[in-house]
């Protein structure tokens, strides 16, 4: 069993910078998947990044592409998400998730996920 707590959320104006984490215990974090999710208010949850177990490979969503990064550090089981220029748009409950998808892109593939951590861009 994977627990996942993110942490680094907050408020932030526009063309701002935050970075999130999201630690995990309790299981093979180094040999999983990870993903960064968010959910807008009144929106369905949406894919924003991946990155191999390695982190020879990171993907992400073209709305994010360029300001976001993904890194990870596997001796602290620990992964991170930068968020640069951020706009209001990128307000959300961002969270991550842990697995071995076969399409990181897609939220059912993923087995564990943390409970979530607010960020709001203020015009």
């Known amino acids: 069993q994977v627990q996942l707590v993110e942490s680094g959320g907050g408020l932030v104006q526009a063309g701002g910078s935050l970075r999130l984490s999201c630690a995990a215990s309790g299981g093979a974090f180094s040999s999983r998947a990870m993903g960064w999710f968010r959910q807008a208010p009144g929106k369905e949850r949406e894919f924003v990044g991946d990155i191999y177990w390695s982190g020879a490979l990171t993907r992400y969503a073209n709305s994010v592409k360029g300001r976001f990064t993904i890194s990870r550090d596997n001796a602290k089981n620990t992964v991170y998400l930068q968020m640069n220029s951020l706009k209001p748009e990128d307000t959300a409950v961002y969270y991550c998730?842990?697995?071995?998808?076969?399409?990181?892109?897609?939220?059912?593939?993923?087995?564990?996920w943390g409970q979530g951590t607010q960020v709001t861009v203020s015009s």
């Open positions: 998730a842990a697995g071995r998808p076969a399409r990181p892109w897609t939220q059912d593939e993923y087995s564990y």
